[in-house]
C-alpha cells in the first residue's frame, strides 16, 4: 500500500502562484512515475502533468508554459509550481502513482483562484 500526501492548495488571486506537494511512502520513490491531475464539480478528471523516473515531463495544453512538475526522489515528494494562475485553474488538484501498477490516487488538494 501506498499513501499519497497532497499539501498547498489554497485561496490565491489571479495572475498569483501556488506551489502544490505530494509526499509518497514507500522505499522505491525514485522509479515512480506521477502525475497531477485535477477536478472540478460535474466534470471528469482530468490530466495536468507527468513525471517520469528520468524526469522527463509532459503537461496539458493548459498548463504549458504555467505550470512546472518536479519531483525530489531524495523526499519522495514531486511538486507542481503553478503560476498565472487563472480562475479556470480552480478545481481539486490529486497526485496519482501512475507507474509501477497498481496505480494510488491522494486525497487532493483545494485549489481556488479568485479575487
Known amino acids: 500500500q501506498v499513501q499519497l500526501v497532497e499539501s498547498g492548495g489554497g485561496l490565491v488571486q489571479p495572475g498569483g502562484s501556488l506551489r502544490l506537494s505530494c509526499t509518497a511512502s514507500?522505499?522505491?520513490?525514485?522509479?515512480?512515475?506521477m502525475g497531477w491531475y485535477r477536478q472540478t464539480p460535474g466534470k471528469q478528471r482530468e490530466l495536468v502533468a507527468t513525471?517520469?523516473?528520468?524526469?522527463?515531463?509532459n503537461y496539458a495544453d493548459s498548463a504549458k508554459g504555467r505550470f512546472t512538475i518536479s519531483r525530489d526522489n531524495a523526499k519522495k515528494t514531486v511538486y507542481l509550481q503553478m503560476n498565472n494562475l487563472k480562475p479556470e485553474d480552480t478545481a481539486v488538484y490529486y497526485c496519482?502513482?501512475?507507474?509501477?501498477?497498481?496505480?494510488?490516487w491522494g486525497q487532493g488538494t483545494q485549489v481556488t483562484v479568485s479575487s
Open positions: 514507500g522505499s522505491i520513490f525514485s522509479i515512480y512515475s
Open positions: 513525471i517520469i523516473s528520468g524526469g522527463t515531463a
Open positions: 496519482k502513482r501512475t507507474y509501477p501498477l497498481p496505480q494510488y
